[in-house]
Nanobody, 116 residues
């Protein structure tokens, strides 16, 4: 089994930056692709960005392109999301996801609040 723990959320002014981290533990050798999702109040969970197993192929939602950067450090078993030029509409709970063979594992989420 894989466990994921997110950190780095908080409250920031519009235009500011945050860096989210996701630490994986357990059967980390079985992790393939990873990603970040977010869920705002009364909205469905949506993909923010994902990255392949070796960190060479990244995909972003249109609304974060040019502002967010996803990366991973497989030696440390960590996933990151650098978020720049944050907007109030980025306010949400951000979740880390790991694809593990035939299943997926979610973290517990970290709150990001952007105030204008």
């Amino acid at each position: 089994q894989v466990q994921l723990v997110e950190s780095g959320g908080g409250t920031v002014q519009a235009g500011g930056s945050l860096r989210l981290s996701c630490a994986a533990s357990g059967s980390v050798g079985s992790i393939n692709a990873m990603g970040w999702y977010r869920q705002a109040p009364e909205k469905e969970r949506e993909l923010v960005a994902d990255i392949n197993s070796v960190g060479t192929n990244m995909k972003y939602a249109d609304y974060v392109k040019g502002r967010f950067t996803i990366s991973r450090d497989n030696a440390k078993h960590e996933l990151y999301l650098q978020m720049n030029n944050l907007k109030p509409e980025d306010t949400a709970v951000y979740y880390c996801l790991a694809s593990v063979i035939t299943s997926i594992t979610w973290g517990q989420g970290t709150q990001v609040t952007v105030v204008s």
